[in-house]
């Protein structure tokens, strides 16, 4: 794998040193954590949006559509 130098504080570089050995990481592991993290964050942000997007379409196709909670409380409850 090809490696690069990055440039960083040394008040950086020691709080990546801390963080990563309070986890028992390398600094490289910590920084590919945070990448996975922030990955996940972006691919839970686009299915909320896209669920958003299918609610809005379906209000204006349905209308709005009454909670379903009392009903299944009510079916519930008469067994």
Same mark, same amino acid.
């Given at each position: 794998m090809e490696q690069q130098t990055l440039t960083i504080s040394q008040a950086l570089y020691r709080r990546l040193e801390t963080e990563a050995q309070l986890q028992s990481l390398s600094i490289e592991q910590l920084i590919e954590q945070w990448e996975h993290q922030l990955s996940e964050i972006k691919r839970r942000q686009e299915a909320g949006r896209v669920i958003k997007e299918t609610f809005k379409k379906m209000k204006a196709k349905y209308g709005l559509m009454p909670d379903s909670a009392e009903l299944i /409380?009510?079916? /519930?409850d008469s067994r």
């Open positions: /409380r009510e079916d /519930r």
